[in-house]
T-cell receptor
């Protein structure tokens, strides 16, 4: 079936380095993608989103890139900090409203001090 | 922190019992979505409520049911609990008429013995 998935289940980076988390999606008709951060014991926290008519979007220390040709998303975190340690999910929004979200399995990011 | 709250935070039940989980949406939001997150996995969409009616449902059996109240708060009910129902149950609220993303609560951790 259609799904959103991640290439790497775990990622360890040195504090201060940049992190890149990758995600593949299979539904070429999807038009909205979201990255969430989930810390232990908490619900997913919105980080950044991107619509299919864009290739790149930047936020505070984060950048999302969308390659529709190969159906690939990435999240780049600049100058990774210990507080960035969490599980990161890419998600695809389907349906007529922007509420029904299909999550991928997640990537665990560990920042080494 | 979002304005979405959930209760209780933790719950232990035995197989065959029934459980009710509660969610208060963020102020100004009129839509509530419920998700089940098994350990080590991404959240799975259960259903969504808008204007007190179910508005979309994921691949969950009828023993998962819900309600939305006039103040937009919501309940998730699960009958005949099974061991596999053990998970983190998340609710997320949003304002349907806008393109703003949804915001998640901290979740209720349910353990079925």
């Amino acid at each position: 079936g259609e799904s959103v998935g991640l290439h790497l289940p775990t990622l360890s980076v040195q504090e201060g380095d940049n992190s890149i988390i990758n995600c593949a999606y299979s539904n070429s008709a999807s038009d909205y993608f979201i990255w969430y951060k989930q810390e232990s014991g908490k619900g997913p926290q919105f980080i950044i989103d991107i619509r299919s008519n864009m290739d790149k979007r930047q936020g505070q220390r984060v950048t999302v890139l969308l390659n529709k040709t190969v159906k690939h998303l990435s999240l780049q975190i600049a100058a990774t900090q210990p507080g960035d340690s969490a599980v990161y999910f890419c998600a695809e929004n389907r349906g007529t409203s922007y509420d029904k979200v299909i999550f991928g399995p997640g990537t665990s990011l560990s920042v080494i001090p | 922190e979002t304005g979405v709250t959930q209760s209780p935070t933790h719950l232990i039940k035995t197989r065959g019992q029934q459980v009710t989980l509660r969610c208060s949406s963020q102020s100004g939001h009129n839509t509530v979505s419920w998700y089940q997150q098994a350990l080590g996995q991404g959240p799975q969409f259960i259903f969504q409520y808008y204007r007190e009616e179910e508005n979309g449902r994921g691949n969950f059996p009828p023993r998962f049911s819900g309600l939305q109240f006039p103040n937009y708060s919501s309940e998730l009910n699960v009958n005949a609990l099974e061991l596999d129902d053990s998970a983190l149950y998340l609710c997320a609220s949003s304002f349907r008429e806008s393109e703003e993303t949804q915001y998640f609560g901290p979740g209720t951790r349910l353990l079925v013995l």
